[in-house]
């Protein structure tokens, strides 16, 4: 995916003031999963989302705007909290279908997506350079019915 390089050069202090604006100016919602550790709290991961962003997208539709868990955490039920989590919210706020935007070379979390009955769209993919290259995402949706999965986490 991306070189070690890249990943090194990114800003902490940057992405921290603009997550910093984002959670005080209320956009996108955001819930974060931490675990009690002997040295603190430790961030599991956390999942961040509104109305979907998509050009003529209908308003009824929410989106996943970004969804990241520390991979200690993957297969503990930490995804699927905060999955939970976000699809309340999304149905608190009038949203029946949600939307996400994930890279086709993440198997991985294609799956899981999956597994949450969401569906590809494989006519809706788009391309976008980082680090040096280029990658590609598709597209998917789902509908969020009319209650939140059940939120199982140790």
Same mark, same amino acid.
């Given at each position: 995916?991306?070189?070690?390089?890249?990943?090194?050069?990114?800003? =902490?202090?940057?992405?921290?003031?603009?997550?910093?604006? =984002?959670?005080?100016?209320?956009?996108?919602?955001?819930?974060?999963?931490?675990?009690?550790?002997?040295?603190?709290?430790?961030?599991?991961?956390?999942?961040?989302?509104?109305?979907?962003?998509?050009?003529?997208?209908?308003?009824?539709?929410?989106?996943?705007?970004?969804?990241?868990?520390?991979?200690?955490?993957?297969?503990?039920?930490?995804?699927?909290?905060?999955?939970?989590?976000?699809?309340?919210?999304?149905?608190?706020?009038?949203?029946?279908?949600?939307?996400?935007?994930?890279?086709?070379?993440?198997?991985?979390?294609?799956?899981?997506?999956?597994?949450?009955?969401?569906?590809?769209?494989?006519?809706?993919?788009?391309?976008?350079?980082?680090?040096?290259?280029?990658?590609?995402?598709?597209?998917?949706?789902?509908?969020?019915?009319?209650? =939140?999965?059940?939120?199982?986490?140790?």
């Amino acid at each position: 995916m991306l070189s070690d390089e890249y990943l090194a050069a990114l800003s =902490a202090e940057r992405r921290t003031a603009m997550w910093r604006e =984002a959670i005080l100016g209320g956009t996108p919602q955001l819930l974060v999963a931490e675990r009690d550790a002997p040295q603190g709290a430790r961030v599991e991961g956390w999942i961040a989302f509104d109305r979907s962003r998509d050009a003529g997208a209908p308003a009824a539709t929410g989106e996943i705007w970004a969804f990241y868990a520390h991979p200690d955490a993957w297969s503990t039920g930490v995804g699927r909290a905060l999955w939970a989590g976000a699809h309340a919210g999304l149905r608190a706020r009038g949203f029946d279908t949600v939307v996400l935007w994930v890279l086709t070379a993440n198997p991985r979390a294609r799956r899981f997506y999956q597994q949450l009955g969401l569906v590809p769209e494989p006519a809706q993919l788009k391309s976008f350079a980082m680090g040096g290259r280029i990658l590609e995402q598709i597209r998917y949706t789902g509908s969020l019915g009319t209650r =939140a999965p059940a939120a199982t986490c140790p």
